[in-house]
């Protein structure tokens, strides 16, 4: 078992997905506390055996460790992507209002 409770979730979805329902949505659903959504931005990465690039928008996701599995499943189900981007960040360290605040904000309702 991990030694921390707390995590940020990085995704990105193409810049023309309507980025804040999207943030909105695992909000409403108690799935993260926060989503920041971040400015559009040029990906370049390898797909499909070639160098491809796209306009995306990241969200950052902060959300208890708890919740991650159910987070995932609604990013899956929300994502136009096939292969979504899903990276778990723990959280070691944080002001303790704050992470207290994730804590009460990712409850499930």
Same mark, same amino acid.
């Given at each position: 078992? $991990?030694?921390?409770?707390?995590?940020?979730? @990085?995704?990105?979805?193409?810049?023309? =997905?309507?980025?804040?329902?999207?943030?909105?949505?695992?909000?409403?659903?108690?799935?993260?506390?926060?989503?920041?959504?971040?400015?559009?931005?040029?990906?370049?990465?390898? *797909?499909?055996? !070639? /160098?491809?690039?796209?306009?995306? !928008?990241?969200?950052?996701?902060?959300?208890?460790? =708890?919740?991650?599995?159910?987070? *995932?499943?609604?990013?899956?189900? @929300?994502? =136009?992507?096939?292969?979504?981007?899903?990276?778990? @960040?723990? /959280?070691?360290?944080?002001?303790?209002?704050?992470?207290? *605040? /994730?804590?009460? $904000?990712?409850?499930?309702?």
């Amino acid at each position: 078992m $991990s030694d921390y409770e707390y995590t940020v979730v @990085l995704t990105t979805v193409p810049a023309d =997905a309507d980025a804040g329902a999207f943030a909105h949505a695992l909000v409403e659903d108690h799935l993260a506390a926060c989503v920041n959504v971040l400015p559009a931005m040029e990906s370049v990465f390898r *797909w499909e055996g !070639r /160098i491809d690039r796209a306009t995306e !928008r990241q969200l950052l996701i902060k959300t208890a460790r =708890a919740r991650v599995p159910a987070l *995932w499943a609604r990013v899956r189900a @929300l994502h =136009a992507y096939d292969v979504p981007e899903f990276i778990v @960040l723990p /959280i070691v360290d944080g002001h303790a209002p704050y992470l207290q *605040w /994730i804590a009460a $904000s990712t409850r499930p309702a």
